[in-house]
Structures are given as structure tokens and as C-alpha cells.
């Protein structure tokens, strides 16, 4: 019978390799997920899977290319509304980042 592969111990091995495996192990993943395969892949292929996802406001100001104060700045003027706010951490929705950073083209 043959041994199948957990990702525990997937993960156990990478840990265990030498710096440069690491990096063909990731140069070789990124390779296949733009391959020929991929190439005509629709952008809701490769980016569907985030749709609903929520950013947390150090990665929102990342994603508009902005500045953490000028997302603030945005927040308080109500030009962006948090979906969700954690203690003080704020999160923001995909769609309307997504829709605030088409606005500014």
C-alpha cells in the first residue's frame, strides 16, 4: 500500500529543506500556476476565490497603494466604510475596495 502524503508532513519536509530548495519548490509552483494552462485563464479563475474576502486595513492601504493615515482619512470622511471592526481593528470588503480604486482612475 502506498504512504499518502499529509500536509503535515509535506509541511515537516519544506521546513527540513536547505534555503535554495525552498526557493526551486516555489519557483517551480509559480511556474506551473502560470503555465500554459493558465495563460488564458479569466481573471475570475485566478482571483474568484477572493470575492468575499476581507482585508484587514494595513492590507487595504497595501491594495490601494496608499498610506495606513490616508486610509484613516478615508474611513473618517466616509468615502470607505468598514464591514467589520474587531476591538480596533477594521476590515473592508473586496468589492468595495475594488470599487474605490476603479473610482480613482
Known amino acids: ?5 499529509t500536509a503535515q508532513d509535506l509541511y515537516h519536509s ?3 529543506m536547505p534555503e535554495a ?3 526551486s519548490f516555489f519557483e517551480l509552483i509559480i511556474s506551473r500556476l502560470f503555465s500554459e494552462q493558465t495563460a488564458d485563464a479569466s ?3 485566478l ?4 470575492k468575499e474576502a476581507q482585508f484587514s486595513a494595513q492590507e487595504a492601504a497595501e491594495y490601494l497603494e496608499i498610506s495606513i493615515s ?4 478615508l474611513v473618517n470622511k466616509n468615502e470607505l ?8 481593528n477594521q476590515f473592508f470588503a473586496t468589492s468595495d ?4 480604486k476603479h473610482r480613482w482612475r
Open 21 to 23: 530548495e525552498k526557493k
Open 97 to 100: 475596495l475594488k470599487a474605490l
Open 47 to 50: 482571483f474568484g476565490h477572493l
Open 43 to 45: 481573471h475570475e479563475q
Open 1 to 5: 500500500m502506498a504512504h499518502i502524503l
Open 14 to 16: 519544506f521546513n527540513q
Open 70 to 73: 490616508t486610509l484613516r482619512r
Open 81 to 88: 466604510t468598514p464591514i467589520k471592526t474587531v476591538g480596533r
